[in-house]
């Protein structure tokens, strides 16, 4: 059975920088087919999708133009999890962080998601 | 880039059909085959029900089907039943390396 489990932080001070981990377990980061995302909710902005690795032959990465300034998503083919950091964070940032897959590549559809991770932006 | 335009709520009586749209642009919908909606109960994690405009991943119920016509895509759900209130979200790709959510829309089942 395929699953993200998701670690980092609950509370971020504002200004600092934000790390969560997506750990896979039941596929590979390294997948030829799926890419690996992170998307987070909060009420203000709903869902909002962040940017996402992959790897074809080489690892690619993509960002959202609202935050390709500040955010940077890398993988750990070691312990086959991907990771999130998002800098310069203020109290708009705060909400659910969630790590998700995209089976398919470049269908952009998400089809399992990790548990979710509520970050709190606040001094 | 807007998020995609969808109904705050719609309500429905159990055993009937209802249908959520989700508005977006040329841009989006109206120019990729590349919708999808979401299904989310309060305080758990969205769920895949509809990809690819039409496509249902396996596990989904057959009685929630999707469709699309010019920037419009539409979800509807047949034979309601009281498990499926819940929150409803589109998603389209935009082009590039842009993937767009609606507001999300609210069903409760009367």
């Known amino acids: 059975q395929v699953q993200l489990q998701q670690s980092g932080p609950g509370l971020v001070k504002p200004s600092q920088t934000l790390s969560l981990t997506c750990a896979v377990s039941?596929?590979?980061?390294?997948?030829?087919?799926?890419?690996w995302s992170w998307v987070r909710q909060s009420p203000s902005r709903g869902l909002e999708w962040l940017g996402r690795?992959?790897?074809?032959?080489?690892?690619?990465?993509d960002y959202a133009l609202s935050v390709k300034s500040r955010l940077a998503i890398y993988p750990d083919i070691s312990k086959n999890q991907f990771s999130l950091q998002l800098n310069s964070v203020t109290p708009e940032d705060t909400a659910v962080y969630y790590c998700?897959?995209?089976?398919?590549?470049?269908?952009?559809?998400?089809?399992?998601w990790g548990r979710g991770i509520l970050v709190t932006v606040s001094s | 880039q807007s998020a995609l335009t969808q109904p705050a709520s719609v309500s429905g009586s159990p055993g009937q059909s209802i249908t959520i749209s989700c508005t977006g642009t040329?841009?989006?919908?109206?120019?990729?085959?590349?919708v999808s909606w979401y299904q989310q109960h309060p305080g758990k994690v969205p769920k895949l029900m509809i990809h690819?405009?039409?496509e249902r991943p396996s596990g989904v119920s057959n009685r929630f089907s999707g469709s699309k016509s010019g920037n419009t895509a539409s979800l509807t759900i047949s034979g309601l039943q009281a498990e499926d209130e819940a929150d409803y979200y589109c998603?389209?790709?935009?082009?590039?390396?842009?993937?767009?959510f609606g507001g999300g829309t609210k069903l409760t089942v009367l």
């Open positions: 690819e405009v039409t």
């Open positions: 998603c389209s790709y935009a082009g590039g390396t842009n993937v767009i």
């Open positions: 998700v897959r995209d089976r398919s590549g470049f269908k952009w559809y998400f089809d399992l």
């Open positions: 040329s841009s989006d919908i109206g120019s990729h085959y590349l």
């Open positions: 039941g596929d590979s980061v390294s997948s030829s087919t799926a890419t």
């Open positions: 690795t992959y790897y074809r032959s080489k690892w690619y990465y």
